[in-house]
């Protein structure tokens, strides 16, 4: 009933730059923040960065003034920039929205993630 679909990972060299969409879809109500997470292999899932309905945005420190986030409300979708990349960003990046769905008649809060796009940075 409602999805999150990743796009725009891949394989990148070290100082390259890649930029990640998710676009939303569903029975979706309204979206309140909107966010990216990772997974590197042996290591728990961490929030990447963050934003709100109105646009304020949070980064995990590693990643500040390297990555920004942004969203487009009118698509349902959040994007993440991320330049001078390296091999520490690589892992699996996943989408993630706190929305509500409406289903049958019925507003029901959801937490929903992506199925995770893999970042690979090497050379």
């Known amino acids: 009933q409602v999805q999150l679909v990743e796009s725009g990972g891949g394989l990148v060299q070290p100082g390259g730059s890649l930029t990640l969409s998710c676009a939303a879809s569903g029975s979706i109500f309204s979206i309140k923040n909107m966010g990216w997470y990772r997974q590197a292999p042996g290591k728990e899932r961490e929030l990447v960065a963050a934003?709100?309905?109105?646009?304020?945005?949070n980064y995990e420190d590693s990643v500040k003034g390297r990555f920004t986030i942004s969203r487009d409300n009118a698509k349902n979708a959040v994007y993440l920039q991320m330049n001078s990349l390296n091999p520490e960003d690589t892992a699996v990046y996943y989408c993630?929205?706190?929305?509500?769905?409406?289903?049958?008649?019925?507003?029901?809060?959801?937490?929903?993630w992506g199925q995770g796009i893999q970042v690979t940075v090497s050379s």
């Open positions: 993630n929205a706190d929305l509500v769905a409406l289903i049958g008649g019925t507003l029901f809060a959801q937490h929903s």
């Open positions: 934003i709100t309905s109105d646009g304020r945005r």
